[in-house]
């Protein structure tokens, strides 16, 4: 069986590493908001090109992109029922985010050819109430532009990344997470960077909405038993800072094998059925390597016959989900999204898979 992704294969290159850290951890008694927590925002910082105290490790990537709309409702700049703009196609985390927040999102379309959203359907969706556009960078791949800039300019807009699939991207040599005003990121294990463990972190270029959001994440409090703020409980683990640590220092590695067999895959399958990704090398990471078919489900079974695990990125889109099935979305009507959703199918790819299992997944593709 050739694994949709091995946890315990990419962890294993690093255990030594891993199981000093942890023990280093243990015997310090220092489990939460200590040095190795901040020796990990301060190497985030620098791989991303954040400013180190505006880079804030939280619980989860889910509670990242919270945790920033929070911070700009507390420094009055956004308010309940505002409008923010966001791609139809994405992981469910990135909307739940809005509403948990009262927040409103306003789902664009995404661009067929990237699967990320469609900037050309951006201004037509704004309103007065619109406060600013949430951006994934979905699958790795960086989605930005000049025009997206300027949008943010004319109409006073907050630009945020959710970079939870995209460490390591860049668009004009500036990294995903230091492009927009705020940004949040996902240390979930199957995450490109993934932590032993939940965790996420937060950078922003903004000092105040970093100083709000630092509290925030403690229960609202900057000195303890002070709360400015009704806060969150969201901060990451001593252990897994110390993990993460380790692992950041590969990730360039990682991402330059993904890289040559995300090439390698779009070189070699030629199969016709199979709508394969349009990308450039620099700006995608490969989270996940996605083609398209029309026959995606028998796909799916003739893959998994031949003993090739894959999985869909995602099989149901965030307006027919049942959570919102008594809110406006269930009642757009969004056919690119609804037709990616029906056709994508990820294929294995990882930095521990060998040349010889990607050489037999593009036969078998080949000869479907
Ligand atoms: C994984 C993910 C999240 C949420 O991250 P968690 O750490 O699992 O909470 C948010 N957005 C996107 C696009 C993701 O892929």
Known sequence: M??????????????????NA???????????????????ERKLAEYVGAEPSQT?????GLDALRLILRGYIELGEMQEYDEIIVPANTYIATIIAISDNRLTPVLVEP????????????????????KAILLVHLYGQAVWSE????????????????????IGATWNGIRTGNLGDAAGFSFYPAKNLGALGDSGAITTKNPEL??????????????????????????????????LSIKLDYIDTETATLQSIAEYYCKHI????????????????????????????????YLENHQIQTQIHYPIPPHKQVCYANTPLAKLHLPITEQIHREVLSLPISPVMTMEQVKKIVEILNSY
């Open 147 to 166: 025009k997206l800039e300027q949008l943010a300019q004319k109409y006073n807009l907050k630009i945020i990344e959710d970079n939870a699939q995209a």
């Open 2 to 19: 050739i694994h949709f992704l091995d946890l315990q294969k990419i962890n294993a290159q690093y255990a030594e590493q891993l199981k």
């Open 270 to 301: 030629t199969n016709s059925k199979i709508i394969l990704p349009s990308f450039d090398n620099r700006s995608h990471v490969w989270h996940v390597f996605v083609v398209r078919c029309k026959q995606r489900d028998d796909l799916q079974k």
């Open 111 to 130: 661009n067929i050819e990237t699967y990320n959203i469609d900037i050309d359907r951006i201004e037509e969706k704004i309103t007065e109430k619109t």
């Open 22 to 40: 942890a023990s280093r951890v243990i015997d310090s008694g220092w489990f939460l908001l200590g040095k190795e927590t901040e020796i990990f």
């Open 210 to 243: 970093a100083k709000t959001i630092r509290a925030l994440g403690n229960y609202g409090s900057e000195r303890k038993y002070h709360n400015a703020f009704r806060g969150a409980n969201s901060r990451m683990d001593e252990i897994q800072a110390a993990f």
């Open 56 to 60: 804030i490790a939280v619980g989860n």
